[in-house]
């Protein structure tokens, strides 16, 4: 029985086959020679750090791409398991000028975080997987219907974690199975930096916008990591293709860019509709449009997506009734219809109360007064969460004298002081 640990997950892989029995004694015999040849001491082998550099390295990886392929992934590439002292302080950094806002596990998991050998000290490679989302439609479009909630093409169709992280921990029990080594997978949740990583294994390089650019999938890539005790040869990295472009820094509307490759989380809206739990702050309001989770611009407006292909996974596709719900619709959700809707895509993850915030606020932001009596039942929701952000889209909406008709005989029963800050507006 080979052990996959997947975070704090053990998941077990019988190698009873017969097939991949051989397949594993090949292995580890020819791994004993390269660690004879390369001088290390037999100590390793039985610590499972098998050195294939020298003798392996090739077949290893080649038998590594085509199984990664069949797995389902687009690119896999290879870098040693650590990153260099100046992307983890960029990372600390990051994190004192408080720019993970209320991400406190950023804060909580920093030096775990800054390289993975500091989370995982016999790790020895890590091997980057990428799988491509690339949209049918262009995201940007979708922003001119006001009268319809956009969702983030990344949660247009099923959670791409559960996609990911099942397709890894099949990746790793083979890898597993051919060294002896140990393996973990990651995909977003533990404490790794994925992008610098990918961008170190050549998959991509980070762009201004932060996010991973491939030159041949542009910005529409998900990641994921496998690290392992085993040694692999590295692939080179990728460089910086940015050049004097900075559309995704210009498009950008909360202007949440300080400086090209810097992204202050609590000004994007991804974090915004995603991770803030309280109330979004006004300045970013307007900006949200109809935008209500996540949010595309930076990556849609990448010239390099002219070499993006739609994806060929059916599980990421947009489904039909996500890629343009009105937000009539959309607001008339009670929570069991809001969970049987999202079943299986990141959007429930969120939850029910956050979800309604930003519909909400898509809704104050349309322009359109006959939204204005879906709303009014939101007035007298139980979470001030959601009570708030109705009094602020009927403020949008209506005619002064109406909004004062209505704060008139709701305000005098309003006890929350950010409710009643919402009522209070001239
Ligand atoms: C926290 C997080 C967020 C946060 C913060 C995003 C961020 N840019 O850090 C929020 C909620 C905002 C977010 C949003 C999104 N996310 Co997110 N997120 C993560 C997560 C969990 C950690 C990222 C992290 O470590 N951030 C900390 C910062 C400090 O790291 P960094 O961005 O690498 O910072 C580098 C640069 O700033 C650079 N730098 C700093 N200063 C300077 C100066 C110079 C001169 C230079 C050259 C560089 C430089 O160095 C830093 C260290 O490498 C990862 C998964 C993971 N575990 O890695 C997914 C991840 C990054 N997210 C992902 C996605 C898809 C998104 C969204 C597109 C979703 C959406 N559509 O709404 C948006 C994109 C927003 C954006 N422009 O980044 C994907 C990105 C895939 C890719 N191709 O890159 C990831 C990798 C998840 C995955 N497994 O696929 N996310
Ligand atoms: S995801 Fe949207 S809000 Fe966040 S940085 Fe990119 S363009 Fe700005
Ligand atoms: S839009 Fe331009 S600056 Fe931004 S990541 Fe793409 S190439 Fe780089």
Redesign the pocket.
């Known amino acids: 029985m080979i052990v996959v640990k997947c975070g704090l997950e053990k998941v077990g892989f019988s190698r009873r086959s017969p097939a991949c029995l051989r397949e594993t004694k090949v292995a580890l015999f020819l791994g004993v020679v390269a660690i004879r040849t390369s001088g290390r001491p037999v100590a390793d082998v039985t610590s499972h750090q098998i050195d294939y550099k020298r003798s392996m390295a090739k077949p290893l990886k080649d038998r590594l791409n085509a199984r990664a392929r069949k797995d389902g992934f687009d690119r896999i590439a290879v870098c040693k398991a650590s990153?260099d002292g100046?992307?983890g302080a960029?990372?600390k950094?990051?994190?004192a000028m408080g720019?993970?806002g209320d991400?406190a596990w950023?804060q909580d998991t920093l030096e775990r975080?800054m390289s993975p050998d500091a989370m995982w000290p016999n790790a020895r490679t890590a091997i980057v997987v990428?799988l491509n989302y690339g949209p049918e439609l262009d995201p940007l479009k979708r922003l001119e219907d006001r009268s319809a909630g956009v969702v983030?093409?990344?949660?247009l169709n099923r959670d791409?974690?559960e996609i990911?992280k099942g397709r890894l921990k099949q990746l790793a029990g083979w890898l597993a199975g051919q060294t002896g080594a140990e393996v973990k997978v990651?995909?977003?949740?533990?404490?790794?930096?994925?992008?610098?990583l990918?961008?170190q294994a050549g998959l991509?390089w980070?762009g201004k916008?932060?996010?991973?650019?491939?030159r041949e999938f542009g910005?529409?890539?998900?990641?994921?990591v496998i690290l392992t005790t085993a040694q692999i040869e590295a692939d080179l990295p990728e460089t910086?293709h940015c050049g004097q472009c900075r559309a995704?820094l210009d498009i950008c509307p909360t202007d949440?860019f300080p400086?090209?490759?810097?992204?202050d989380?609590r000004r994007?809206?991804?974090?915004l509709?995603?991770?803030h739990k309280g109330h979004i702050p006004e300045e970013f309001r307007k900006p949200m449009g109809n935008r209500i989770?996540?949010?595309?611009d930076?990556?849609a407006v990448c010239p390099w997506n002219k070499f993006a292909k739609t994806s060929r996974e059916a599980k990421l596709m947009a489904r039909q009734d996500l890629a343009g719900p009105t937000l009539h619709d959309l607001i008339a959700l009670e929570e069991a219809e809001f969970r049987k809707l999202f079943a299986g895509s990141p959007v429930r993850r969120a939850g029910y109360l956050r979800f309604l915030r930003n519909v909400l606020i898509a809704i104050g932001n349309s322009g359109d007064i006959g939204l204005s009596d879906c709303i009014r039942k939101y007035l007298l929701h139980p979470s001030p969460l959601v009570r708030a952000m109705a009094v602020w889209a009927l403020h949008e909406l209506l005619p002064r004298r109406l909004f004062e008709d209505t704060r008139d005989a709701h305000m005098a029963s309003e006890h929350d002081q950010d409710v009643l800050k919402e009522w209070q507006r001239a």
């Not at 990651?186 to 610098?196: C, G, R, S, W």
Request: proline share 4%; glycine share 4%.
């Open positions: 990153l100046v992307t960029r990372l950094d990051f994190v720019r993970h991400m950023m975080r990428a983030s093409v990344y949660a791409y974690h990911i990651f995909v977003d949740t533990a404490p790794l930096m994925e992008k610098p990918a961008h991509g980070q916008h932060t996010n991973l650019v491939s910005s529409w890539l998900f990641l994921g910086d995704c949440a400086a090209p490759y810097q992204l989380a994007c809206i991804s974090y509709t995603i991770e989770f996540g949010c595309d930076c990556l």
